[in-house]
């Protein structure tokens, strides 16, 4: 265990990061069930292609705010602020990652939040604020790569985390298929 801290606090950046994302999640009680999709690039790809990662998962959450009977959701779309922080890490002593890295068993922890005070104006969007470690391989064992996420969804007022265990699946991306934030993701 010593070893996986140890490298998820000094982990080394590869060429791949995470441009942007559209995800959803359902909570009820102190479950969540997500699924959803990252768009990535690797800067040392001569065709410039974006690669898809999708996931899905069920875990657990800690919530706070929602609807009665301790439901709540929340969703993001790809033209919604957001995307990740910084490359993506690798464990030490990899030297480079392969979109085949990303498939295969997972965890994704997130936390999310939108105070009351912002959603008391009923014209204006319910936009919180999210952020999220993507493990890819299950940790602590089989993780090759971390990476961090941040954005803004629609959700109900409330505070929230989840735990969620996934399975990533990988979509290679089209040659000069390039995403910018001034236009939607593209769809395969």
């Not at 959803?24 to 410039?48: K, Q, V």
């Not at 399975?167 to 390039?178: A, H, L």
Request: aromatic letters at 10%; charged letters at 10%.
């Amino acid at each position: 265990m010593l070893l996986f801290e140890h490298w998820v606090t000094n982990w080394v950046p590869s060429t791949w990061k995470i441009e942007t994302s559209a995800t959803g999640e359902l909570d009820a009680a102190m479950f969540a069930a997500s699924a959803g999709t990252f768009y990535l690039t690797d800067s040392s790809d001569p065709s410039h292609a974006q690669h898809i990662v999708q996931y899905a998962g069920i875990g657990l959450t800690i919530s706070k705010g929602g609807i009665p009977f301790f439901l709540s959701g929340s969703y993001s779309t790809t033209d919604m602020p957001g995307g990740g922080v910084g490359n993506i890490g690798m464990k030490p002593g990899k030297g480079s990652l392969s979109l085949s890295d990303f498939a295969g068993s997972g965890c994704i922890i997130s936390g999310a939040f939108l105070p009351p005070a912002m959603a008391v104006n009923p014209s204006a969007p319910m936009m919180g604020w999210s952020g999220s470690i993507l493990f890819f391989g299950a940790p602590p064992l089989l993780t090759d790569a971390i990476g961090l996420a941040f954005g803004r969804q629609k959700m109900l007022p409330g505070v929230g985390a989840t735990w969620l265990p996934c399975i990533f699946r990988t979509i290679v991306g089209e040659p000069e298929r390039t995403w910018t934030p001034s236009a939607p993701a593209p769809r395969s």
